[in-house]
């Protein structure tokens, strides 16, 4: 496992790439992504990232027209506090990424399905 200031850095460089990009398909696959690429790191760490990335692009797109990407990161970052919790009253905890991909796999696929 990383230094978490390290891997933050790195999750949030990665996030606002694809939030950058412009591409809904990778917009999409941002969540699960960072899980994948990030599994024995804290879930909220993802929702850290997502918000900053979030607040980062913001910053950039306010001198032209915005894409909606931050606003999507905003709600994406939300939906995964949501999830952790969710991971949390099962019992989990610290959450993981990988739990992350576990509960999705069984409970709820909206990540994997994006």
């Not at 959450?95 to 991909?101: D, I, K, P, S």
């Amino acid at each position: 496992m990383a230094e978490p200031l390290a891997t933050v850095d790195q999750m949030i460089e990665f996030s606002v790439a694809e939030l950058a990009s412009g591409d809904g398909r990778r917009i999409g696959a941002l969540v699960r992504s960072l899980a994948n690429r990030w599994p024995d790191d804290k879930a909220l760490l993802i929702a850290f990232a997502l918000t900053s990335a979030a607040g980062l692009t913001a910053d950039f797109l306010r001198s032209g027209p915005g894409d909606g990407s931050p606003e999507r990161a905003y709600k994406l970052a939300a939906l995964v506090a949501a999830d952790v919790l969710a991971v949390e009253s099962l019992g989990q905890s610290p959450v993981r990424g990988r739990h992350l991909l576990q509960f999705w796999r069984r409970v709820d696929p909206y990540f994997l399905n994006l």
